[in-house]
C-alpha cells in the first residue's frame, strides 16, 4: 500500500509540474510567479523522490519505510493546511485531501499488521 500511495503521487504530480511549466494549470494555480516556479520545484522534489523510494521499497531496504513515512507526514501536513488557508471549493485542495486520504489509509494499512 506504501508503493501504492507513492505511486499516486507520482501519477498525479507529472502532470502537475507538466502543466505549471506549460502554463497548462494557470487556472488552478494563477499566472506564472516566482513562487508558482518554487511550487513546481517542491513538487518535482516529492515525485523524484517518491520514485526513489518505490526503488527502495522493491530493493528491499529496511529505511524505505521511514523515510515514506516522513515524507508523507510534510505532505499530510501541508495539505491539511491547504484546506484552512485556501478552502476547499479549489480543486487542487480536492486533489490535497483525496492524497491525504489515500495516505493516511496506507501508513494505517502497514501498521496494523505489527500491532
Same mark, same amino acid.
Given at each position: 500500500?506504501?508503493?501504492?500511495?507513492?505511486?499516486?503521487?507520482?501519477?498525479?504530480?507529472?502532470?502537475?509540474? !507538466?502543466?505549471?511549466?506549460?502554463?497548462?494549470?494557470?487556472?488552478?494555480?494563477?499566472?506564472?510567479?516566482?513562487? %508558482? %516556479?518554487? *511550487?513546481?520545484? +517542491? #513538487? !518535482?522534489?516529492?515525485?523524484? *523522490?517518491?520514485?526513489?523510494?518505490?526503488?527502495?521499497?522493491?530493493? $528491499?531496504?529496511? &529505511?524505505?519505510?521511514?523515510?515514506? !513515512?516522513?515524507? !508523507?507526514?510534510?505532505?499530510?501536513? #501541508?495539505?491539511?493546511?491547504?484546506?484552512?488557508?485556501?478552502?476547499?471549493?479549489?480543486?487542487? +485542495?480536492?486533489?490535497?485531501?483525496?492524497? +491525504?486520504? +489515500?495516505?493516511?489509509?496506507?501508513?494505517?494499512? &502497514?501498521?496494523?499488521? %505489527? $500491532?
Amino acid at each position: 500500500m506504501l508503493i501504492a500511495a507513492l505511486c499516486l503521487n507520482i501519477a498525479i504530480l507529472l502532470p502537475v509540474i !507538466f502543466g505549471l511549466a506549460t502554463g497548462g494549470m494557470d487556472v488552478a494555480f494563477g499566472p506564472d510567479t516566482d513562487a %508558482r %516556479r518554487i *511550487l513546481t520545484c +517542491v #513538487y !518535482f522534489g516529492i515525485a523524484t *523522490l517518491s520514485v526513489v523510494l518505490i526503488g527502495l521499497h522493491v530493493g $528491499g531496504h529496511d &529505511w524505505a519505510v521511514p523515510m515514506t !513515512f516522513a515524507l !508523507f507526514g510534510v505532505q499530510i501536513i #501541508y495539505k491539511l493546511a491547504t484546506v484552512a488557508t485556501v478552502g476547499l471549493a479549489s480543486p487542487v +485542495v480536492l486533489t490535497n485531501v483525496l492524497v +491525504v486520504g +489515500v495516505q493516511i489509509a496506507a501508513i494505517v494499512a &502497514w501498521s496494523i499488521p %505489527r $500491532g
